[in-house]
């Protein structure tokens, strides 16, 4: 890629150049800054880690769903309630967060809780047999609660990713 106003002239297809904050915010007034591909793995490897916790998530969930005695009705519901409620609380949380001040920065602190939440849904739903058996399901087929702490850790874990 070579950008003939200021000169820079990209020496491999592994680089590319990502558009910094303006000049005057740069402290050395550059406005383009070199992309390796370090960086740009570094940046997209989150993406690799959420791929499989959806794909864990979405092998595991309805069986263990279905095992409870959840109705294919429910289960259509059990998944389509956490997208829904994704529209509700993703702008919330970004209004929230835009509001934000810490020393860590405006977005760390919610990264952080979110994570938080994450590992605890995904226990959750792990655990649900044996969460909902001390919330007083019995041991037949049908199991309320166990369902209940499935589906609505569920519904947690679509909303923070």
Do not use: K
């Not at 904050?21 to 550059?30: K, T």
């Not at 995904?122 to 019995?138: C, E, H, K, V, W």
């Amino acid at each position: 890629v070579s950008h003939e106003d200021d000169g820079y002239l990209a020496s491999s297809p592994w680089t590319t150049t990502m558009a910094a904050a303006p000049a005057a915010a740069a402290p050395s007034g550059e406005s383009r800054r070199r992309a390796t591909a370090c960086l740009l793995l570094s940046l997209t490897i989150s993406m690799l880690g959420i791929g499989y916790a959806w794909a864990a998530q979405f092998a595991r969930v309805p069986s263990l769903l279905e095992e409870m005695g959840l109705s294919d009705a429910g289960m259509s519901l059990a998944f389509l309630a956490g997208p829904i409620c994704g529209l509700v609380v993703q702008p919330i949380v970004g209004t929230l967060s835009d509001q934000t001040t810490t020393r860590c920065g405006r977005r760390r602190p919610w990264i952080g809780a979110s994570l938080g939440v994450v590992v605890l849904s995904f226990l959750a739903i792990g655990d649900s047999f044996y969460l909902g058996g001390l919330a007083g399901d019995r041991a037949d087929n049908r199991r309320p609660r166990s369902v209940a702490i499935a589906v609505m850790a569920f519904w947690v874990r679509s909303d923070d990713v």
